[in-house]
């Protein structure tokens, strides 16, 4: 799992999300974010990757933070 | 309200209780093999065992085929069970009477999602799956049994205690003519989900229970549709909820429909909801009648071992799984076939003991993955929280228009030959060999089940050996049970001609490579270059001899 920011413009990608979240409501917003999951996930393939995000989405960083 | 018919109840044979000479002496009579249960699995056993030419006893509570009547369970019979059925000699009446298919098709709302065609796949003489009405493959074991004479056929015979004993087991049988004791060197438990032997060993099963509820409509129509299998994650005519579509033989549709967790069991199956489900689906101008209605919900479970000492459990005895890609009934014709070879062998006196553990060791762990890959598709199809929910809705939608998001639309994955670890007895793990098609050098016609049907022989299959080695390797195996075919060359062996098909389906191209296959059509290893004391040595691993020097 790559940590290391790789995204080239991220306060724009951030707006598009936030974008693409305007108007809906809480079911839409979290069938939105589901697809988008899905979608992404076949970006990456990457059967160990792709469970290594599950693992660290799973640990709330808030509360798991190591110095 | 619109009122809906039954078609005339099916007429099952029925076979005679005929006293055992047990019964009326004091002498307690030592078998062998007693395998209780003539469901799928026990029936497939003692079929295997007569093909083999080993005798059996087999006990069963009742004088016909079929549970409740002419209720079907299981319909789909899958490749791996369609070719230990053609070596046993029933697969041409169950193709017959059967509707062969491979292509499948899912559904959500009135959109399809995702197909299949498990034919690409295939290299078999035997079709990719065969539906028919359960109580039909009992019926042609039964008659099978009793055509090769080897099994003593008790019915009306209910077991009521087993004992294990330090050399075998002693079984109590209650008849309609009074009740006996005999003993077996080896017990076999074909008893089916509810195994009361198992009950009385106090073994643990780790059973659990879905709250998901189903109702099947078995039904003939006149609607002239695809012989496919159709499944729908949301069907518009069910409420939105999971629909289920596969003919069986006479013109009979199984119809499954998924019904609300909370549902009234009695009265979704009366004839006219059910009626009322079927009008929505067919529409209004379709003639039907019932064959059968029935309510159910599915559970699983899996015993730790299926070898306990003397006694052996096969089929739903040692696992059950939900109904999703027909792996129940399947996995337990394969525990039969996976065990026949290896009693067969120990009655024999051609392996020892060591050989019955590898029952265990291979089919536990293919009923462990089952039940994962089972319980998968149910997990898809009963979503259990809201988050669950929408997870799979966005699957669903984005399938419609991204090829990728239809691998994870989950109607159940069909049952598949499973692959086997890698243990003693199978040093590299093992893999089905399938069905192939094959020619003698001469022209002649011949088929891998074929060559199996021949005795219980593993198959050794040798690429144009070098005739001095041959006739090494047919002396190093004179004892044991060994059938050695060259594939092409000129050896001096029985010669297979060499076929592209069988050269890629066991990944073998080169001159002295070697594949050995056991009796029920699983590779036991492969030597990419064979030698005759490398044979012997394969041969006697797979057949668990004991090889240290």
């Not at chain 1, 799992?1 to 409501?25: C, K, N, Q, V």
């Not at chain 2, 029933?90 to 062969?100: D, H, L, Q, S």
């Not at chain 2, 891998?448 to 080695?469: K, V």
Request: aromatic residues 8%.
């Amino acid at each position: 799992m790559i940590t290391e920011p790789r995204i080239p413009d991220p306060d724009g990608f951030y707006a598009a999300l936030l974008a693409a979240h305007e108007g809906l409501s809480e079911a839409q917003s979290a069938d939105l974010n589901a697809r988008l999951v899905l979608l992404l996930a076949n970006q990456c393939g990457d059967q160990a990757v792709l469970l290594a995000c599950i693992r660290a989405a799973t640990e709330d960083p808030t509360t798991t933070r190591t110095p | 309200m619109e009122t809906f018919a039954f078609a005339p109840a099916y007429e099952l044979p029925v076979w005679p209780f005929t006293p055992p000479p047990e019964l009326g002496s004091t002498k307690t009579v030592r078998h062998p093999i007693v395998i209780v249960g003539a469901g799928p699995s026990g029936l497939t056993l003692a079929c295997d065992l007569a093909r083999r030419g080993v005798r059996a006893v087999l006990l069963d509570e009742d004088d016909t085929v079929g549970v409740r009547g002419a209720s079907s369970r299981g319909i789909c019979y899958a490749q791996k069970s369609l070719e230990i059925f053609e070596r046993l000699g029933i697969c041409e009446r169950i193709a017959a009477k059967g509707i062969t298919w491979s292509f499948g098709r899912t559904f959500s709302g009135a959109q399809e999602v995702y197909n299949f065609n498990l034919q690409a796949d295939s290299v078999s003489k035997q079709p990719p799956f065969i539906n028919l009405q359960q109580f039909y493959v009992e019926w042609f074991l039964v008659e099978r049994i009793l055509e090769l004479g080897r099994t003593d056929m008790r019915w009306k015979s209910r077991v009521t205690r087993v004992e294990p004993l330090s050399d075998g087991v002693r079984i109590e049988v209650e008849t309609p003519a009074g009740r006996y004791t005999m003993e077996a060197d080896r017990l076999i438990d074909a008893t089916g989900a509810n195994s009361p032997i198992r009950t009385q060993l106090g073994i643990e099963a780790h059973a659990s229970r879905s709250t998901d509820r189903w109702c099947i409509s078995d039904v003939r129509f006149s609607k002239p549709l695809p012989a496919e299998r159709w499944t729908w994650v949301d069907a518009p005519f069910n409420e939105g909820r999971g629909v289920w579509q596969h003919l069986m033989a006479d013109g009979v549709w199984r119809i499954d429909y998924q019904m609300p967790e909370d549902c009234d069991t009695a009265r979704i199956s009366q004839p006219e909801v059910a009626g009322a489900r079927l009008r929505a689906q067919l529409g209004p101008d379709v003639a039907f009648e019932f064959v059968w209605i029935g309510p159910y919900g599915y559970r699983d479970h899996l015993l730790d071992s299926f070898r306990h000492g003397h006694v052996f459990f096969i089929g739903d005895a040692a696992h059950v799984v939900s109904p999703f890609g027909a792996r129940g009934g399947n996995s337990g014709i394969q525990d039969a076939a996976n065990l026949g070879w290896k009693l067969a062998l120990v009655a024999q006196g051609q392996a020892g003991d060591a050989l019955l553990d590898s029952y265990d060791a291979e089919r536990q762990p293919a009923a462990k993955q089952n039940l994962q890959v089972t319980s998968r598709s149910a997990r898809f199809l009963a979503p259990r929280s809201p988050a669950e929910h929408t997870l799979r809705r966005a699957v669903v939608a984005l399938a419609a228009c991204h090829p990728f998001a239809r691998a994870l639309v989950n109607t159940g994955r069909m049952s598949v030959a499973n692959d086997y670890p890698a243990a003693p007895q199978l040093p590299e793990g093992g893999r089905s060999v399938q069905n192939l098609p094959l020619r003698w050098a001469d022209g002649r016609e011949t088929t891998l089940m074929q060559l199996l049907a021949d005795g219980t022989r593993c198959i050794g299959l040798w690429w144009a050996p070098a005739r001095a080695e041959a006739k090494a390797a047919v002396d190093a195996t004179v004892s044991l049970p060994l059938r050695l075919l060259a594939i092409g060359g000129d050896s001096g062996l029985p010669t297979l001609q060499a076929d592209e098909k069988l050269a890629r389906h066991l990944g073998i191209h080169d001159a002295g490579g070697f594949v050995l296959v056991r009796p029920d059509a699983y590779r036991a290893a492969t030597l990419p270059h064979a030698t005759p004391a490398a044979i012997a040595t394969a041969l006697r691993t797979a057949l668990a001899h004991d090889t240290t020097p």
